[in-house]
């Protein structure tokens, strides 16, 4: 038995923490290398790895580790692998194109090894790490033998089971008529018939609700109906018969039927007993898939709570709401959502579901329109929720659509007539979202009056223009604007952020244009070799410190302990509210998508108990012989929440260029051999 080997079932034995120094770091895994790679405690270490690789002294020695137990792990062990391995952050900038190349090589066989190669391909495509054309084909190819029993009269279960699911997701993903029809082909293997059924009533359920008009929706939810109906037909097949329940009452309910109390005790029923199934279940990657059963059946309810429009206005407000909700519903129910790690911004995916509104609109019209106090049952009912978190803004804007298509009819005499711009004074005056919506509804019969304020906020942010070019405005405008997208904050804390948005556009740009060599030059932005001591990010990080004394209307503070848990490079208290810029050094990879991917969760946990916003400031060291522009230096990135429920927070990060050389060193023999390197280096 290895050394490793030996160390971990002592560790076992006496129930301590499995750490990669407990094991005997990482020489001692390198060194009994030919032992562990095939061995089923690869797994194990691999996670050990994984868990301890911001702070592992050569992660490409780990890395390649890994991918070489790709080939030699038999089926459990692989699973592991994979799935720890695309699961991890950290790691996949690192390990998404070797391990890419692996699970290609062992994605070609007949086994259950192919199977769980070719689902991790389909996460790595999905999440944008590697093309996606040739995994689709691998997927097509795959399933055209399995359904013309090239691989044998007997396949392997997990193979059908994982190329199926892999089908699934990209088929839902991808607009590509050969992954669907190579879905539909398998139906020829009867054992695994509720897979593929189930597979295809969620693809045309999510293509129905996607439609635009009526005509185009109801078939393909029909047609999910169907397929439901095939798939509900297997006895354990609860998720596809709550999802035929739910279905079901929606084209009930856009006919004019109630749905009734059994209905709706049939579908809780059935949730409880999925539910409590599942819990014996490991959660996987398409873990959404399952919890978008629950958002069905709140679905269900909310339309169950309409079953009498006429008759329910005793209560308006719990009726407007439940409006609300419903007639939102699409913009909250997802079938597959985006990967957990995405390599893009925005990796392609499937439209969003716009049928929704239009299957439910006519309904809720004729019973509103039949009242004449609906309209300012409305109103009140938007005045009362407007700051109220209980009732999303999707919902909030629901009820002000159904509104206004109440006054106008249904119809638009005059649609340029009723559109309410103010989004320049609301901009002047830092108004958050949901005052900016009552004040549009407000100003909605006053244009005239709505057009003066809004030239008079365009003065006013026209004489605060932070700077004389149009170029570094423009950046400002589009951070800003991202920035509301994500958190829709207002009032002091959006003007706090604009000021050090202004303050750090404006070191970036400083930070480019500074001399970085010779006695004048900045000493964290100098060049250096290899052989010389880089600079440190403290440097840059009291440097910045430094500037925010003389800048912003609050003294910055140094290291202060007990925010977020942690202690913070920067932090600036403004009363009510603070906000913290962390400070990090990248010597390999200046990527803006790497630094938000590894570093950008950090700030966001600072602010966990105040406003969502953070800073991040990276002093890039990587050798270079071109500068970035200037706006390739800034972005604002969107880190979720923790657990469901939480709010997401806006980090921005900010790249500031260090290594750099003044530009005619651009036109040396030696910058020149560096471009080339760099070129042939790139994947």
């Not at 190819?141 to 013309?148: G, H, K, N, T, V």
């Not at 749905?259 to 873990?287: C, F, K, M, N």
């Not at 990796?347 to 309904?363: K, V």
Request: aromatic residues 6%.
């Amino acid at each position: 038995m290895s050394r490793v080997l030996a160390r971990l079932e002592s560790l076992r034995e006496a129930e301590a923490d499995l750490t990669l120094d407990a094991l005997g770091g990482m020489e001692a895994i390198l060194a009994d290398q030919e032992d562990l790679l095939a061995s089923p405690e690869m797994p194990l270490l691999v996670s050990v790895l994984l868990h301890e690789w911001p702070q592992l002294p050569a992660p490409e020695q780990a890395a390649a580790l890994i991918v070489e137990s790709i080939p030699v792990q038999d089926a459990f062990g692989l699973e592991d692998i994979v799935d720890d391995a695309l699961s991890c952050p950290e790691a996949l900038p690192l390990l998404a194109t070797p391990i890419s190349r692996a699970l290609r090589r062992r994605a070609g066989g007949t086994d259950a090894e192919a199977g769980i190669a070719l689902e991790g391909l389909t996460r790595l495509a999905l999440g944008g790490w590697i093309r996606s054309l040739q995994v689709r084909s691998q997927l097509v190819e795959q399933a055209s033998d399995l359904a013309e029993g090239i691989v044998g009269s007997d396949p392997d279960p997990v193979l059908i089971q994982r190329v199926i699911r892999a089908l699934g997701a990209a088929a839902e993903w991808w607009h590509d008529t050969e992954v669907p029809s190579a879905l539909e082909s398998l139906l020829s293997l009867e054992a695994c018939e509720d897979d593929i059924t189930f597979e295809l009533a969620m693809l045309h359920m999510r293509s129905g609700l996607a439609k635009n008009t009526l005509d185009e929706a109801v078939p393909a939810l029909r047609q999910a109906l169907v397929w439901l109906d095939r798939c509900s037909r297997y006895e354990d097949r609860l998720d596809a018969r709550i999802f035929h329940t739910a279905l079901d009452a929606l084209l009930s309910f856009t006919a004019g039927n109630a749905i009734s109390d059994s209905t709706l005790e049939d579908l809780h029923a059935l949730v409880v007993d999925y539910r409590l199934t599942g819990l014996r279940e490991r959660p996987t990657w398409r873990q959404p898939r399952a919890d978008a059963t629950a958002a069905w059946v709140q679905f269900t309810d909310r339309l169950h709570a309409l079953h009498s429009l006429d008759e329910v206005w005793w209560d308006p407000p719990a009726l407007i709401s439940a409006i609300a909700q419903a007639y939102s519903a699409h913009r909250t129910i997802r079938l597959l959502v985006p990967p957990d790690i995405p390599h893009a911004d925005e990796p392609p995916a499937s439209g969003d579901a716009t049928a929704l509104p239009h299957l439910l609109q006519p309904r809720l019209m004729s019973s509103l329109t039949a009242r004449g106090d609906s309209s300012a049952f409305l109103d009140r009912w938007l005045s009362l929720h407007a700051d109220d978190p209980s009732a999303s803004e999707e919902a909030r804007a629901a009820v002000r659509e159904l509104r206004d298509l109440m006054r106008t009819g249904g119809g638009s005499e005059d649609p340029k007539g009723r559109e309410i711009e103010v989004s320049a004074v609301t901009s002047a005056l830092a108004l958050a979202a949901p005052v900016r919506d009552r004040l549009t509804a407000l100003l909605h019969n006053e244009p005239e009056l709505a057009e003066d304020l809004n030239k008079s906020g365009r003065a006013v942010l026209s004489a605060r223009e932070p700077d004389l070019s149009d170029y570094a405005n423009t950046i400002l405008r589009e951070l800003q604007e991202d920035i509301d997208r994500i958190t829709g904050i207002g009032g002091e804390a959006a003007l706090r952020v604009e000021e050090l948005l202004v303050f750090l556009l404006r070191y970036t740009r400083w930070s480019i244009e500074a001399e970085s060599g010779g006695p004048l030059g900045e000493p964290f932005l100098r060049p250096f070799t290899k052989d010389e001591e880089s600079p440190k990010e403290v440097d840059m990080a009291k440097d910045v410190a430094k500037r925010l004394y003389t800048s912003v209307s609050t003294s910055p503070r140094w290291e202060v302990k007990n925010i977020g848990a942690g202690r913070t490079d920067i932090v600036l208290f403004y009363g009510a509210f603070y906000i913290v810029i962390e400070c990090k050094q990248e010597p390999k990879n200046a990527s803006m998508d790497y630094l938000c991917t590894r570093y950008s969760v950090q700030p966001a946990e600072y602010g966990a108990t105040d406003i969502p916003v953070g800073f991040l400031v990276v002093l890039d060291l990587t050798p270079k012989t071109r500068k970035a522009l200037l706006h390739q230096c800034l972005r604002v990135t969107e880190v979720p929440p923790a657990e469901p429920g939480g709010r997401p927070h806006a980090v921005i990060t900010v790249r500031i260029q260090g290594n750099t050389r003044s530009p005619s060193y651009s036109s040396t023999p030696a910058a020149y051999r560096q471009r080339q390197r760099s070129r042939i280096d790139q994947p």
